[in-house]
């Protein structure tokens, strides 16, 4: 019933907000890609993730796409047990999608809503070739937050930053510990608009609450 509830939801608040721009129809050119990278290592550490989006200006200060994602981990554990050196090993691979909205207050902040069920896939590498333990679940987020843009005004690529928090705290979530405690997501990507010229007048207007 949850999952069937957000489902909802997202399809309400994307119909909600295409209506607004229903007066003037599809225009290609308010059409964007972008998205984010991520890498990290360390000691025996890996990370490595892909987050592509494609979205749609639905006014100067309201955006709406849709968005996938994969992340994979790996993480090596050496020690010593009894003086035998052991390795084992585990690696977590997370993909899945979902549908965004960010509201521009003004050009450079934002607020954002992310609706996104993942598929988890975990697999432990026991040391000396034992028997592979594997354990698959899925999780449906909703993540809150907001962030930071620079050189939204010129209506050309542009970087963000944002932080967002997964409120429903779904055990299974990839963005909660152990414990159950939402994990801050850190995110940090580029907007690149399609079809569209050097310039676009509407972002000079700024957001709903001009400056």
């Given at each position: 019933?949850?999952?069937?509830?957000?489902?909802?939801?997202?399809?309400?608040?994307?119909?909600s907000?295409?209506?607004?721009?229903?007066?003037?129809?599809?225009?290609?050119?308010?059409?964007?890609?972008?998205?984010?990278?991520?890498?990290?290592?360390?000691?025996?550490?890996?990370?490595?993730?892909?987050?592509?989006?494609?979205?749609?200006?639905?006014?100067?200060?309201?955006?709406?796409?849709?968005?996938?994602?994969?992340?994979?981990?790996?993480?090596?554990?050496?020690?010593?047990?009894?003086?035998?050196?052991?390795?084992?090993?585990?690696?977590?691979?997370?993909?899945?999608?979902?549908?965004?909205?960010?509201?521009?207050?003004v050009n450079f902040l934002f607020a954002q809503a992310q609706i996104e069920h993942n598929f988890i896939n975990f697999k432990y590498y026991p040391p000396n070739g034992?028997?592979?333990?594997?354990?698959?679940?899925?999780a449906t987020s909703l993540l809150l937050g907001a962030g930071y843009t620079s050189g939204r005004t010129g209506g050309g690529p542009y970087g963000y930053l944002a932080v967002l928090f997964d409120v429903l705290k779904d055990p299974n979530s990839p963005y909660v510990d152990n414990y159950g405690h939402m994990q801050p997501q850190v995110r940090a990507g580029i907007n690149i608009p399609l079809f569209r010229g050097k310039r676009n007048p509407?972002?000079?207007r700024g957001g709903p609450l001009r400056r």
């Open positions: 019933m949850k999952k069937l509830l957000l489902t909802f939801f997202g399809c309400a608040l994307l119909a907000a295409f209506a607004q721009d229903s007066t003037h129809g599809f225009r290609k050119e308010k059409l964007f890609t972008g998205g984010s990278l991520s890498i990290g290592f360390g000691t025996g550490y890996f990370l490595g993730g892909i987050n592509p989006v494609l979205g749609y200006e639905l006014t100067h200060w309201l955006d709406a796409g849709i968005a996938v994602n994969y992340t994979f981990t790996q993480q090596r554990y050496l020690y010593s047990y009894g003086g035998v050196p052991l390795d084992d090993k585990a690696r977590q691979s997370v993909y899945g999608g979902g549908l965004f909205t960010r509201i521009f207050p034992g028997t592979v333990q594997q354990d698959d679940r899925q509407d972002f000079d």
